[in-house]
């Protein structure tokens, strides 16, 4: 008997014996998951994974995302293992492989331009010959690339007290390295360009991906953004710069678009305009000095 709460959900999912059962019963049923009983079960299983998973490693909402993806496309193997494991902690069996979803997923990330290869020749093999914007393909002729170049060089004010981050501009691939080139580039300042992009990638990986822009803005408010003279808006806008925004998808991100040298969608360019706005630029402190 499988139990049906009063939303239609199916509870007792977050037992081996449950979920076996319910999965059992909807690959009976005619039209399998896009039946009645699969969509209760596809629903109860919300309930459950919040039973079942406990760590912080990754965000609820993640999880859950990926256990529903789990069960649904590998239903036949659940229960084929289940009764090959008498006994065993199925739930154990659907976690692990969730798991390996959310890792791929996150390698995916990385590999798809958010840190970068720190070996540019092995990025220039595996994407093309110029996978990576560099100083010479920033044509701006209004701007005297020059001064620019003068400005970029290391290190600078926070050379009197180490950078507190974790991650530092070294560390930085080199898609991440082509959004400071440009920001430098478009007239913000080397320190908050390097520092900034730095603080931004460390906030895009410390927390759930759905909070990363809050993270940016918050920061912004009382953090080390803060410090950098960042405003929140531009921490917000400069996160969708480096991970893509969370209307437009991970494949917004202007460090993809500068890996690739694709055109900017309109979008990509307020984000930019949104962080000339919010942070130091060179041209507003030749006027704070004038």
Do not use: F, K, Y
């Not at 080397?190 to 759930?208: F, N």
């Amino acid at each position: 008997m499988i139990d049906v709460d009063e939303l239609g959900a199916v509870g007792g999912l977050e037992t081996s014996e449950g979920l076996v059962a319910a999965v059992s019963a909807v690959l009976d049923a005619p039209a399998g998951w896009e039946s009645v009983l699969g969509w209760r079960v596809a629903c109860g299983l919300c309930e459950a994974t919040a039973q079942r998973w406990h760590s912080p490693r990754w965000g609820l909402e993640e999880m859950t995302d990926a256990v529903r993806l789990v069960v649904l496309t590998r239903s036949e193997d659940l229960v084929g293992w289940a009764g090959a494991h008498s006994g065993a902690d199925v739930w154990a069996w659907v976690l692990r492989h969730a798991l390996g979803v959310l890792q791929r997923e996150w390698l995916l990330d990385r590999l798809g331009g958010l840190t970068g290869d720190s070996n540019l020749w092995r990025l220039v093999e595996h994407v093309g010959l110029r996978p990576v914007v560099g100083w010479e393909d920033l044509a701006w002729p209004e701007l005297d690339q020059s001064s620019v170049l003068a400005e970029a060089e290391l290190p600078w004010a926070w050379a009197d007290r180490e950078w507190p981050g974790e991650v530092h501009p070294w560390d930085l691939g080199p898609a991440l390295e082509s959004v400071v080139a440009l920001l430098i580039a478009l007239g913000v300042r080397p320190e908050p360009a390097w520092l900034g992009t730095c603080r931004i990638l460390e906030l895009a990986v410390d927390g759930e991906r759905d909070r990363r822009h809050t993270r940016a803005r918050t920061d912004a408010e009382g953090g080390w953004l803060r410090e950098l003279g960042i405003s929140p808006a531009a921490a917000g806008a400069w996160m969708s710069i480096v991970t893509g925004s969370r209307r437009l998808g991970a494949a917004s991100a202007v460090t993809l678009a500068l890996r690739d040298g694709a055109e900017l969608l309109a979008a990509q360019e307020a984000w930019l305009v949104e962080v000339l706005l919010g942070a130091p630029t060179i041209a507003g402190a030749d006027v704070a000095a004038a």
